[in-house]
Nanobody
């Protein structure tokens, strides 16, 4: 049974930091590209960050470059998203996504940036 379980979301003040985690099980994690998406109220889901299967290549949406860092631990089947210098416009539900020849989604974790 495939599972992607996100954690680490919450309420943070502008300028603060959060670290999201996504624990994977039920598939060969090390073969999959892992991605973080987010969806704000009334907006379409957008791709935030990508990491290759080995972790050697990453890419980011322009809106988060220099503030967010994606990483993975293939020994622990976990992908992370370190979010620094958070802004109110980063408020969204953040989703973990695994993609290879098929695709899996987590249930999402809420991130709210507000004073």
């Amino acid at each position: 049974q495939v599972q992607l379980v996100e954690s680490g979301g919450g309420l943070v003040q502008p300028g603060g930091s959060l670290r999201l985690s996504c624990a994977a099980s039920g598939f060969t994690f090390s073969m999959y590209f892992m991605n973080w998406y987010r969806q704000a109220p009334g907006k379409e889901r957008e791709l935030v960050a990508i990491i290759s299967s080995s972790g050697g290549t990453t890419n980011y949406a322009d809106s988060v470059k220099g503030r967010f860092t994606i990483s993975r631990d293939n020994a622990k089947n976990t992908v992370f998203l370190q979010m620094n210098s958070l802004k109110p416009e980063d408020t969204a539900v953040y989703y973990c996504n695994a993609r290879f020849f098929d695709e899996y989604w987590g249930q999402g974790t809420q991130v709210t940036v507000s004073s």
